[in-house]
């Protein structure tokens, strides 16, 4: 397997696209064979080859494959190959920042002309982990997962010492007695994303361990996360990946979580999601609204499953029923338990502007951030001559990365602009430090507004951003600031605003008020009441209701996808 800095470029386009299917077989791991299909095209395909591309270095791992069979000829011709990933070499190679690899299948033709296709919906291994390899003293397992959106396949690559991964693997065995342990335990497991300690699983798992200390709460974190000296003295905190990881993980009552509730746990091997079966409470990251999230937290979405959903307002509880397809009975009003802290009298008067734009699905790496219309727009404001006069006349302005984008830092910036990565500092700390806030689509917009201050919105790429699943929102009438579309706009509001003393428009806050059911600092009350009645025999019925809808649903998915196939 061969390694580069970054992937290389396809050739100049040439005649009708090839068509690509691929079957994974993992039978004799640690060797995983890649059966490809090569259908159409303009001519034959002469060398044919495997990727495994890093979202967070954009290191290249390249396998060479083999063109087995040719049949037919032209728009009908069909070709086979085969490829060989040894997950040995593969562990061997991978950078330790590498935490997720897209999988992609290169093809060329003698006349130099390369397609590369994204490897989609493969049939074979399905969810279970491909294998693991032990290099080092450091057990790698490589799980299987598949995007969200375009239902494409990579690889999540998880670490961990070998002690650890044999501890996993017997509890993985144990899984089956541990309905009848865990409801005596009264363990619950809170976070974040695992690098992560500054929102609303941290602000949660701090009200517990000072007002409740008895509670058996605990929160999971990464072993390097900056953030974990923000939980020094709170006690019960494990370290991901590690022993106690897994033990606090299947006896876990509650998976308590602002994402996905796989992040809580020391694996995503699916034979691990099963056997960690507390009941799962999704807090959020932020009030609903400006994007449609269906597909990601929605009752049925892929990958995800929750037991009860928290909400803000009545309306964000309505969306949930409605459009996201919860049950009534799983939907709770609590607002967020980050409001408690945000709406704290500040120790300081704010000053300044906030700029939080949030992240785009479609940058995977550095080299797509870097060419994007997304780092070209948001630079232009952050450069922007006008704004730059009034940095250098003493308005103050911080620029944050999104976490989807740490890895891009220092690529965007401009002088007099602080530019932070979220995990540096607490983003309450930072929204409650200035008196406005330019974003574009994040839930922060809702924070800002709620504390009574200024939000402006920059959507210059309003249509591709929410694609034909739109938003929850009238974004003209319901947004708590007015919608940007370039650059000089933006400056515009930001410098009139602070002419103006940053005060908000009646319109805009009127809209505020409708965002939260409660202006008070009892949200991590709430929430907890909350996570400790969610339990119950209903949970579990609920879930054999859905996992049957949910299969029911993946079987008419891929009938539709092998009729597709078929006809084309």
Request: hydrophobic share 40%.
């Amino acid at each position: 397997m061969d390694s580069s800095a970054a992937p290389r470029e396809p050739a100049e386009a040439g005649g009708p696209a090839y068509r690509v299917t691929v079957h994974e077989d993992t039978r004799r791991a640690p060797l995983v064979r890649l059966e490809v299909g090569v259908r159409g095209g303009a001519g034959p395909v002469t060398a044919l080859r495997v990727l495994a591309v890093s979202r967070e270095t954009g290191s290249r791992y390249t396998v060479d494959g083999e063109l087995v069979s040719v049949r037919g000829g032209g728009g009908g011709r069909r070709q086979s190959g085969t490829a060989t990933i040894d997950l040995r070499d593969l562990a061997a190679r991978t950078d330790p920042a590498d935490a997720m690899l897209d999988l992609a299948v290169e093809l060329e033709r003698d006349d130099g002309h390369v397609e590369t296709h994204r490897v989609k919906q493969p049939s074979g291994s399905g969810g279970r982990p491909w294998g693991h390899a032990e290099h080092d003293g450091t057990v790698t397992q490589f799980v299987p997962h598949l995007t969200f959106r375009g239902a494409y396949r990579s690889l999540v690559v998880e670490r961990m010492d070998h002690a650890v991964f044999e501890e996993l693997r017997r509890w993985r065995r144990r899984a089956w007695w541990l309905p009848l342990v865990r409801p005596f335990t009264g363990v619950w497991l809170v976070g974040e994303l695992p690098y992560r300690a500054q929102d609303n699983g941290y602000h949660l798992f701090r009200w517990l361990r000072t007002t409740t200390p008895e509670r058996k709460a605990y929160y999971v974190i990464d072993a390097d996360s900056p953030d974990l000296e923000r939980l020094a003295g709170l006690g019960n905190v494990v370290l991901r990946s590690s022993r106690e990881h897994v033990r606090v993980a299947f006896l876990a009552t509650r998976l308590v979580g602002t994402h996905h509730a796989e992040y809580l746990l020391p694996s995503r091997d699916p034979r691990v999601v099963r056997g960690a079966r507390g009941v799962r409470v999704f807090i959020r990251h932020g009030v609903s609204g400006t994007k449609n999230m269906v597909g990601n937290y929605g009752r049925f979405a892929a990958g995800f499953t929750t037991d009860r959903v928290h909400t803000s307002s009545d309306r964000e509880r309505d969306v949930a029923i409605r459009e996201f397809r919860y049950r009534p009975a799983q939907v709770r009003v609590t607002g967020l338990p980050r409001f408690d802290r945000l709406l704290e009298p500040p120790e300081e008067p704010p000053s300044g502007v906030l700029v939080i734009p949030t992240w785009r699905e479609w940058i995977r790496n550095r080299e797509d951030f870097e060419g994007s219309e997304y780092r070209t727009a948001w630079q232009s404001v952050l450069a922007h001559p006008r704004l730059a006069r009034a940095v250098a006349d003493g308005l103050r302005v911080t620029f944050i990365l999104h976490p989807n984008m740490r890895n891009f830092a220092g690529v965007i910036g401009a002088p007099g602009v602080r530019a932070v990565t979220q995990g540096e500092v607490e983003v309450q700390t930072l929204l409650r430090e200035h008196e406005m806030l330019v974003t574009d689509y994040s839930s922060v917009g809702f924070d800002v507004a709620l504390l009574g201050r200024p939000v402006a919105y920059f959507q210059f790429d309003q249509e591709r951003f929410f694609g034909a699943q739109g938003s929850h929102l009238d974004l003209e009438h319901d947004l708590p600031g007015p919608i940007l579309r370039d650059a000089d706009a933006v400056v515009d509001e930001v410098l009139a605003a602070r002419q103006r003393g940053y005060t908000v428009a009646a319109t805009y806050a009127a809209r505020a008020q409708t965002l939260v059911r409660y202006h008070d600092r009892r949200n991590c009350e709430r929430v907890a009441h909350s996570v400790a009645t969610a339990g119950g025999p209903a949970v579990q019925w609920w879930r054999l209701v859905d996992r049957s809808r949910a299969r029911a649903l993946r079987v008419a998915r891929r009938a539709r996808a092998r009729w597709r196939t078929l006809r084309s």
